[in-house]
């Protein structure tokens, strides 16, 4: 939906479509009072297929609790998907698709356990598909021309799935198209779009004699209060922050011993004061 005067029409559409999909008839529809909603052509459309039209209170979302606790379910997910993948706030709608997917595939205990999907359609969702949004991959590219060296890929970030197509939603970060293609290779693990701010005890440490960039990729650093640092092995680091992940918050970070390092922080760098 580009614009809010496309609400009307969309209704219109999906009532259409669980009648054809699901065989079930749409019998109240409860809304706010947007004129969408109150049109002419919508009370006639209610009037057409015999459905009753509730409208809450002006200022009383409460009446309408059921859409507005999905409202906000989808939005305890978007943000979250949007932040972990670096996008920029351009690609808000990107996230917003992707929160509903994996929303109607993740079982829910009001379901008893079950996910949506497999309540609509009585089997279970496929997951060898799924992706990490905003990954690097590499799509295959059919050159036109005869050219043998010409590239056979295209660089992307994955950026959702596609409706009604077997493949997956992609950003060419040369072109800034978003096309979709089902011969994908997936980088789960680089993110294009992170930026990594070089702070000046940052610039330190890049400065100083540190392990070439092959080596980077199995150590994670953290700085220290004292400016030193610890090589501890058994961390795993990605490269797409340019190098080492930078880990901690300075100086103010409070020092751990092996006794009370908390559960599942093997491996983290510890500090020194």
């Known amino acids: 939906m580009r614009e809010k ?7 219109q559409s999906f009532v259409i479509m ?23 052509s919508m009370k006639q459309f209610y009037t057409q297929k015999g459905i009753i039209h509730h409208t809450s209170c002006i200022d009383t979302p409460q009446q309408n609790e059921s859409v507005e606790r999905k409202h906000r379910h989808v939005l305890n997910v978007a ?8 996008l920029t706030i351009d690609f808000w709608g990107e996230s917003i698709l992707t929160a509903t997917y994996v929303i109607n595939r ?41 050219d043998k ?28 198209e978003i096309f979709v293609s089902c011969d994908v290779g997936f ?14 005890n940052e610039e330190e440490l890049r400065n100083a004699n540190l392990p070439d960039e092959t080596c980077l990729r199995d150590w994670s ?20 922050h340019e190098g080492a992940s930078l880990l901690g918050s300075g100086p103010s970070a409070p020092a751990q011993t092996d006794g009370d390092a908390p559960a599942g922080s093997e491996g983290l760098i510890s500090l020194m004061g």
């Open 79 to 86: 943000p979250p998907l949007l932040f972990q993948a670096y």
């Open 221 to 240: 650093f953290h700085e220290a209060a004292s400016g030193e640092i610890e090589l501890i092995e058994g961390v795993e680091a990605t490269m797409e």
């Open 5 to 11: 005067g496309e609400a009307s029409l969309l209704l």
């Open 106 to 146: 993740t079982p829910s205990k009001v379901l008893g356990g079950k996910t949506p999907y497999k309540v609509l359609f009585k089997a279970q969702p496929p997951y060898d598909h799924v992706k990490m949004l905003g990954c690097l991959c590499y799509t295959h590219f059919k050159s036109r021309t005869r």
């Open 18 to 40: 669980v009648k054809t999909q699901f065989e079930r008839d749409v019998k109240i529809i409860r809304s706010d009072n947007e004129l969408e909603f109150l049109s002419g």
């Open 187 to 200: 980088h789960k693990t680089i993110f294009p779009f992170s930026i990594h701010k070089v702070g000046k």
């Open 149 to 176: 060296f010409a590239p056979r890929s295209r660089k992307c970030v994955f950026v959702g799935y596609p409706c009604g197509k077997k493949g997956w939603k992609v950003y060419d970060l040369e072109t800034n």
